[in-house]
Each structure stands twice: as C-alpha cells, then as structure tokens.
C-alpha cells in the first residue's frame, strides 16, 4: 500500500506491507521524488478535484513547490478566478500571467463596487488573459447592457462563455442583441458556450465568431416569437467541431401552446455537422423539424428530445435524420419511464456497451386530463418506427408521483396503439402500478387484434408479482389465451 500525504513540512509518507505479520513503515523527504513525478501528481489532483480551483494552496507547502506549480501553469492549466471583490490591479504579482475566470452572480445585495470592478477588469489591460465568463443574475436588476458594451473589445484567449438571465413572467427579456462589435467580432479560441433565458435573436451574430466551439448550450429560451430557429441551421453550418448541441425552449407550463404554421418542408440539402455526438432538444415539434431538415450528424451517439403536449406530431424530418445516424441503428432494449409530467421512451443497447442512446419524452401538465401516451405513440409512428419494430426488450416503470387516475378504458387503448409497435419484443417488465391495466388491455384482445399484438413475447417480468393476487389473476387469463394460439409466454417475479 502506498500512500501520499501533504503535511506543512512537506514529506511523503510510505507505508510497504512486507507480510501480513509485519510492516514497515518508513519516512522520506520529498526530494526524493523529481519534479516530473510530481508535476504528475499535481495534475492529478487537479483534473480530479482534490484541490479544485484552490491549487494555489500547493504553493505554500514549500518553496520547491511553488517553483514547480507557477513553472508548469500551462501543463497545470491553472487560472486565477476574479470575483470583483477587489480591484483587479490588487492581484499578487506572480498571478498576473495566469489565465483569469471571471465570474459575477447579480444580486441586490452586492456592493457597488463589485459591479465597478467587474466592468474595470473587462476594460483594462488584463482583459486578454481572460480564459471564461461567468455572468449569473438572480435579479432582473443586471447590469447587461453596461458589461456587453465594455466587452466590444477583442479577448484573444476567451474559450468558455455563460450568460444567464433572470426568467421573467411576461416573458419580455430586456438582454440586449449583442452587437457585430462583441468580442471584437472575432472569438477565434471560444469552446465552451452556455446561454439561459437568452433571444434567439440576441446569439446569432455571436454564432457568426464562433467557429471553433465544440459546445455549444442553449437553455430556457424565451418563445421565440417570429424568431423561428430554423434559421439557426445556417449558424450551425460552419460548426465543424460542434460535438455537443443542447437546444431548449421554456416549457410554457399552464398556458396552451400558441399556433404555429406547421407544413411540411420542401426537400432541403442538410450541411454535414462532422463531430457531433450528442443532441438535446426541448421544444415545439415545428422547430425541431426546421432544424433537422437542415442538418444531418452522422456519428450522432445522443440524441434526447422532449416535445409539449398538445402539439403537432408529425415528424417525418426527425425519420430522415435518425436514419442517417448510423448509431442510432443499433439499439436493442427500450425503457419507458412514467413521472408525473412526463413520459419518457429511452432506447439503448442491452448491456450499456457504450453510451449511444435514443430518448424521448412529451412533457405535460400533471393536472391535464390525459396522459400523453396517444402522442408518443404518434412520435414513434412517424420518426423511427423501423427501430421499435426491431426491439427486444422493453421495461415500462414508473417514476415519482406518477398516479394513473384517467379514464380506464381510454387508458387501455392508449396502451395498445404503442404496444402494438414493439413486434420482436421477447422479454416485457411492468412496474407492479402499471401491470394491471396493461394486462387487461392484453387479455381482452380477440381475433386478429390477438394475434398481431406482441408476436414475439416469450417472458414476462411484473414487479410484485407474487404479492399481488389482483396482477396474478389477470396475468393468468393473458397466458391462457395466449396459449389457445400456441404462443407461449412465462411469467416471472420482476426483482430489480
């Protein structure tokens, strides 16, 4: 067993197990160990968090220390995170060539001065060492117009930038457009870009600089009005490293959703987004397909989507651009996850082999009137149909609060139209909830109905089976006619 310690006096402590009557425990200096050694083991303890941004408490355990710390910051990737609870000019002199995170959350409580300082650090002259912004308002009373006008200048080493914005009631966002001149035009080093409660209107110009980002998250975007997103796509065309896209629009809660033109689109030519792996959409279903027209991603891994209810779920673009992800083909098992505002569909391989997954999900009202079952299986219908077709694994549970309080034989139907999709199912999991109605939709089937529903099932898992007489009895009758067909099918006591 070896072990490190940092005490004040700087030794190593190691502790060889020789056998396991005796142990030796020896002291050595920390000479012993050359610098290459532990400029390793600082960079360790960094990536992984043991010291997080406080390395700089490395450089007081001793001199050597220091040297090695400050000598290897790039390799370190150290940086110097400013608060503007001082002014920038007070920074000790040995961290003025570091990198500098800058980071400001808005609050009614904070001094004038921090807001002074934040905006004089953007001003002056160490404005070309900042590496990340990190603007957060918990207040609509932000000073934004008065940081984006000082930051028209360039920020040559500017790699991650997040902006977010107080959600207001009347959805009307005082955040200013950010002008041609932000970031001197030009963010040739951005990476990382991370927007909440953000116009759509306001990121397009900044999307014009942005080439080289390799994230981009766009979150809690206000409805965007005559600002539709599909003019997004031409932004996203000169991303070629772009690996992850997050798009989300504010979920509208209570209020219906407003009209939207929904035709559908002329044959489009969609611009090749090489590195992108992950998607995450949240949104109308409109805006979602003027994306996708436009875009494909073939070596796509993630793709999670949320739709409203009460929306239009025609999505044949959505079809187009899954089937172009070679991935996404693969998928094997299927969960379907039931909470109390929103039912969710993953698709994934059996053993998580990797972390290629298909998600979808239509958020709802949870005092609505019905359970939006009828709508993901329209989705599912009209988008990637081909996948379920071929799926031979399905666990439906349910999550918290979930409570199936509707109408029980509109319920039923709406089980059948999704389950009957799913036909080289083998193996079924029912929550113990969700079981019984499931089952009687199942046992009523006669005829044709019968025998096209679930073709393929062999076992079936219900959680709290053998608790559960109610279950036990309807299960039973499901088997029993089953078998009048010679479709044979095991039930079994789902223990997760």
């Known amino acids: 067993m070896f072990r490190i310690v940092c005490p004040p006096s700087a030794q190593l402590v190691s502790t060889t197990k020789i056998d396991r009557s005796t142990a030796l425990v020896g002291q050595v200096t920390v000479d012993v160990l050359p610098d290459e050694m532990l400029v390793k083991i600082f960079k360790f303890c960094i990536l992984w968090g043991f010291v997080r941004t406080k390395w700089h408490t490395l450089v007081h355990v001793c001199r050597r220390w220091r040297y090695i710390v400050f000598g290897s910051s790039r390799y370190l990737d150290l940086q110097v995170n400013y608060f503007g609870t001082r002014p920038i000019t007070k920074m000790p002199k040995v961290w003025q060539t570091l990198p500098i995170a800058m980071h400001y959350y808005g609050d009614e409580d904070n001094p004038p001065s921090q807001e002074e300082n934040i905006v004089a650090a953007l001003q002056s002259k160490h404005h070309s060492r900042i590496c990340e912004i990190n603007f957060t308002t918990s207040t609509i009373w932000f000073p934004w117009e008065r940081l984006i006008a000082v930051m028209k200048k360039p920020f040559p080493e500017l790699t991650d930038l997040r902006l977010y914005s107080e959600p207001e ?47 981009l998250s766009l979150l809690h975007i206000p409805d965007p009005g005559h600002n539709s997103p599909e003019g997004m796509a031409t932004y996203l065309s000169g991303l070629t490293i772009l690996e992850t896209l997050i798009f989300q629009f504010h979920r509208p809660g209570f209020q219906r959703l407003s009209q939207v033109p929904h035709q559908r689109l002329p044959p489009l030519t969609p611009s090749v987004l090489p590195a992108l792996t992950r998607l995450d959409f949240q949104g109308r279903t409109y805006h979602l397909e003027c994306l996708v027209a436009r875009i494909d991603a073939p070596l796509l891994l993630d793709l999670s989507i949320v739709f409203f209810q009460y929306d239009v779920f025609d999505v044949p673009q959505l079809g187009r651009f899954i089937s172009h992800a070679e991935k996404l083909g693969t998928l094997a098992r299927a969960t379907l996850s039931c909470s109390a505002d ?85 193996i079924l999991r029912l929550d113990k909830t969700i079981a019984l109605p499931i089952m009687h939709a199942l046992k009523d089937l006669g005829g044709e109905r019968e025998s096209a529903m679930l073709p393929a099932l062999q076992n079936l898992f219900i959680k709290g089976f053998q608790s559960s007489q109610d279950v036990q009895d309807v299960a039973e009758q499901f088997v029993t006619r089953r078998q009048l067909s010679n479709r044979y099918v095991a039930v079994h006591d789902w223990k997760q």
């Open 169 to 215: 009631e009347d959805d009307d966002n005082d955040i200013p457009i950010f002008p041609h001149s932000f970031l001197g035009g030009y963010a040739p080093h951005l990476r990382r870009l991370t927007l909440f409660n953000i116009p759509l209107r306001a990121v397009q110009k900044l999307l014009l600089s942005a080439n080289n980002l390799v994230y």
């Open 342 to 426: 929103e039912f969710r569909l993953t698709l994934s391989q059996p053993w998580a082999v990797d972390r290629t997954a298909l998600a979808f999900g239509i958020s709802y009202n949870r005092f609505s009137s019905s359970v939006p079952l009828s709508s993901l299986a329209q989705v599912c219908k009209s988008a990637f149909h081909h996948l379920i077709s071929t799926l031979e694994e399905l666990d439906i549970i349910e999550a918290r609060f979930f409570l199936m309080y509707r109408d029980e034989i509109e319920q039923r139907m709406w089980w059948l139209e999704l389950l009957g999709m799913f036909t080289s199912l083998k």
